[in-house]
């Protein structure tokens, strides 16, 4: 099934020329048939697809849909709108990003498909590297499993540079001990959004994270 048009990029391409509150008002009504209703309908199918498999996903697409405004309050780039189209397809959609789930990412230059843990507090760091500590094994096996290697190559995130003195002597064994995130990515050429096969093919990605999301959530919301 298509969701989108050419038109979906089509806005974003002029609201990168025309990036103020002036020119998005008097364009809302393509904004909104464009972009916003699309966007739902599509999340609406993928949310349901999902559900088959994983019926403790209990949201809506306006739960896990993120606000084409952007957050200025500490940039320098005072544009108000960003120039994609954003949701958080999780258990706790856009709320707390520290769930698992798959992040996703349209604009006229790519798709971007997300998962893992981008957002950690201090305790569901320690947690996680705990139990990476005792348990290394666990996490390499996902990462090296043919499906998550094909699709998102590795798991990304910032390190620390200063490491808790517990955890020292291990991370040198075990490098993932410093990472502060664990997330992973893919990106596909924009095609894919006026695409028949969209909802097919990102349900193959929701399939190769589900292993690796799981085992984090299973740690980080125990």
């Excluded at 971007?112 to 590297?129: E, F, N, S, T």
């Excluded at 390499?140 to 517990?166: C, D, H, V, W, Y």
Aim: aromatic content about 12%; hydrophobic content about 35%.
């Amino acid at each position: 099934m298509k969701y989108f048009t050419k038109s979906f990029s089509a806005f974003f391409e002029d609201l990168a020329n025309n990036n103020q509150k002036e020119w998005f008002h008097a364009n809302k009504k393509r904004y909104e048939a464009d972009v916003k209703k699309p966007f739902e309908n599509f999340l609406s199918d993928l949310i349901t697809a999902i559900q088959i498999e994983d019926p403790t996903l209990a949201v809506s697409p306006k739960d896990c849909v993120l606000r084409i405004n952007r957050d200025l309050r500490f940039s320098t780039d005072k544009t108000p709108y960003n120039l994609h189209y954003s949701a958080v397809v999780s258990r706790a959609g856009r709320k707390d990003k520290s769930v698992p789930g798959l992040f996703l990412r349209f604009s006229p230059e790519e798709v971007g498909i997300m998962g893992g843990a981008y957002v950690l507090d201090k305790g569901q760091l320690h947690g996680l590297r705990m139990n990476l500590s005792k348990n290394p094994d666990s996490l390499q096996a996902l990462i090296q499993e043919k499906n998550f290697k094909t699709k998102f190559g590795t798991i990304l995130g910032e390190e620390s540079k200063r490491m808790p003195t517990e955890f020292q002597g291990a991370s040198e064994h075990n490098p993932m001990l410093l990472k502060k995130q664990f997330y992973f990515m893919s990106k596909r050429e924009p095609d894919l959004i006026t695409s028949d096969h969209l909802l097919t093919e990102l349900m193959t990605y929701w399939h190769a994270a589900r292993p690796l999301n799981e085992y984090l959530t299973s740690i980080i919301h125990n």
